[in-house]
């Protein structure tokens, strides 16, 4: 896990999400308008939020709301670790200012299911809400009903949230946290996103492989071939580069992507003879990295020369 330190935040996580979020991006325009308001506000709750990208969509949620009990943010955050198999890339963020038009802050990797196991072992019970309209403040319980009209005597209704019963052990637990996220090695984000490319690369060869694997007989139309349909979401998400190395870490030699007639997306073809408990091709190591390499080798301090013992002098 990394952290990623003084960071264009909305880009970041602009980036992030291109490579895992095939439908309903248009959250993120949700996320960005929660992000632009956090970076307006003066209270520094509003700027630590949990963000999350999903294969179908994304959520910014703040962080304090997460780690109470029976929110919307704490079941929105604990529901894709126990109700699906989503691949849920997830991060901590903090808003740290504005400069020159854009929000910075920091952004820190989280593993998103061990972190949604922590929410779900320390969160803290919340049985209050604040109704909080535009001059003044107003408290009831979390189980009452309430409606987003004026107050007679507050004015405009602006938004709820919910009241820790102990807010001193709510703040222990959030500052537990950033401390425990400060200890994350520093990152650099075009490495993470270009990690990211290669994960999500590797991610869908095996999962095809597998699919192979799994097969009892040729499944084709004419009983030729094994085929096994390459997923959608990578379709839609992957360069065409991306695609190429695909097909080049997938050991078979009779493999072939092909559309199918009365079958929607585009399928990976075997022959029926082909030996499918092969393991994938390591896949090739980006320019990118080799350079980085290169540089890396070339700033390491060079060892001094061992020097020869001199035979021809002793006696």
Same mark, same amino acid.
């Given at each position: ?19 895992? !979020? ?14 632009? @308001?956090?970076?307006?506000? &003066? ?10 990208? @999903? ?8 962080? =304090? ?11 929105? #955050? ?12 997830? %991060?901590?963020?903090?808003? !740290? ?30 049985? !209050? ?7 003044? !403040? ?5 189980? %009452? ?8 005597? #507050?004015?405009?209704? +602006? ?12 703040? $222990?637990?959030?500052?537990? +946290? ?11 984000? =075009?490495?993470?996103?270009? +990690?990211? &490319? ?23 139309? *004419? ?15 992957? &360069?065409?580069? +991306? ?8 050991? %078979? ?8 007639? $009365?079958?929607?997306?585009? %399928? ?16 090739? @190591? ?23 013992? *001199? ?5």
């Amino acid at each position: 896990m990394k952290k990623f330190e003084n960071v264009d935040v909305i880009d970041t996580l602009q980036q992030i999400m291109r490579h895992n !979020t095939a439908y309903y991006r248009n959250d993120f325009d949700i996320d960005k308008r929660i992000l632009t @308001r956090a970076a307006q506000s &003066s209270s520094p709750e509003d700027k630590a939020f949990l963000w999350m990208s @999903r294969p179908a969509g994304t959520h910014c949620l703040r962080e =304090r709301d997460v780690f109470l009990k029976d929110t919307r943010e704490y079941n929105t #955050f604990r529901f894709y670790a126990e109700q699906t198999n989503d691949k849920v890339l997830a %991060y901590a963020v903090t808003i !740290t200012g504005i400069k020159d038009g854009k929000i910075m802050g920091n952004v820190y990797e989280l593993d998103y299911r061990e972190q949604a196991q922590k929410v779900f072992r320390e969160a803290l019970p919340a049985d !209050t809400h604040a109704l909080i309209y535009e001059n003044g !403040t107003r408290h009831q319980p979390a189980n %009452y009903q309430f409606d987003a009209q004026p107050d007679k005597d #507050f004015g405009k209704f +602006e938004r709820f949230e919910a009241v820790p019963n102990d807010p001193d052990a709510l703040q $222990d637990l959030l500052r537990s +946290e950033r401390q425990a996220r400060e200890q994350l090695a520093p990152g650099d984000v =075009r490495s993470h996103v270009a +990690e990211l &490319s290669d994960r999500k690369v590797v991610d869908e060869a095996q999962r095809i492989a597998d699919a192979f694997q799994k097969l009892s007989a040729p499944n084709s139309p *004419n009983k030729t071939h094994f085929m096994v349909e390459v997923s959608q979401a990578f379709l839609f998400l992957a &360069s065409s580069k +991306e695609q190429e190395r695909l097909q080049a870490m997938l050991p %078979y030699k009779s493999l072939y992507l092909s559309g199918m007639k $009365d079958k929607r997306g585009i %399928y990976a073809l075997i022959s029926k003879d082909e030996n499918r408990s092969l393991p994938l091709r390591q896949p090739r @190591r980006s320019v990118r990295s080799q350079l980085k390499d290169g540089q890396e080798k070339a700033a390491a301090p060079k060892k001094a020369a061992t020097k020869k013992k *001199n035979n021809d002098l002793e006696v």
